[in-house]
């Protein structure tokens, strides 16, 4: 008899794509995670975003979606998490930003970001600055949108198995020289076996 395989319930909802007031409810470092197809492994991060109910989401009012997007532990220019963060911040970083930037200074903080399709789930394809309300003194002003409940306190489960798949930082130490291996015919060969 053949292996037979059926919907087994559970209902999954699918997060409402387009752009979405969020906020940064925590950022997960995951290790150094294994290269892709046997690459060299890198060191990774998760940033997780609470994207803002509404009301126009029937049946799900007050209901809260997240989202996150995985990157490599760096913010030189072409790298996603460079991209991302100065395009959330409307400003490039500088020098100094460069030499190293917290990345808990983005926790609590809103944005928008824009959820496109991935398959059957959303991703997070672009991160925005948050919109501008212009305060009672006159001057426009980041919205802040809500506080979300123990924004620390909440960690996905799959968090927890991308930790426990990372793999040991590669060392970096001095390069080894191949040494020249002279045959018995007097033929010099590099290559070491």
Same mark, same amino acid.
């Given at each position: 008899?053949g &292996?037979i %395989?059926? !919907?087994n $319930? ?5 997060v409402?794509?387009?752009? *979405?007031?969020?906020?940064? &409810?925590? %950022?997960? !470092?995951? $290790?150094?995670?294994?290269g892709?197809?046997?690459?060299s492994? *890198?060191?990774?991060?998760v ?6 109910p509404t ?8 209901? *809260?979606f997240?989202?996150?997007?995985f990157?490599t ?12 963060l ?9 020098p100094?930003?460069?030499e ?5 200074n ?9 959820l ?10 672009t991160v925005l600055?948050?919109?501008?309300v ?16 123990n ?14 798949e ?15 291996v002279?045959?018995?015919?007097g033929?010099?060969?590099q290559?070491?076996?």
């Amino acid at each position: 008899m053949g &292996i037979i %395989v059926k !919907d087994n $319930g559970g209902e999954f909802e699918p997060v409402p794509l387009g752009v *979405h007031k969020a906020i940064c &409810i925590n %950022v997960f !470092d995951i $290790g150094w995670q294994p290269g892709f197809q046997g690459g060299s492994p *890198h060191h990774q991060v998760v940033l997780l975003w609470e994207i803002e109910p509404t009301q126009t989401w029937e049946p799900n009012v007050g209901k *809260h979606f997240t989202v996150t997007k995985f990157y490599t532990l760096s913010i030189k220019k072409k790298s996603n998490l460079g991209q991302d963060l100065e395009s959330w911040r409307s400003v490039p970083f500088t020098p100094e930003q460069l030499e190293g930037f917290d990345l808990d200074n983005i926790i609590g903080k809103p944005c928008q970001v824009n959820l496109v399709a991935n398959g059957d789930k959303a991703k997070v394809a672009t991160v925005l600055p948050a919109a501008k309300v212009r305060g009672t003194d006159g001057k426009m002003h980041t919205a802040q949108y809500w506080t979300p409940e123990n924004q620390r306190d909440f960690t996905p489960k799959f968090i927890e198995k991308k930790r426990d798949e990372s793999v040991p930082e590669p060392q970096k130490g001095p390069r080894t020289q191949v040494q020249a291996v002279t045959a018995a015919d007097g033929f010099e060969d590099q290559i070491p076996f």
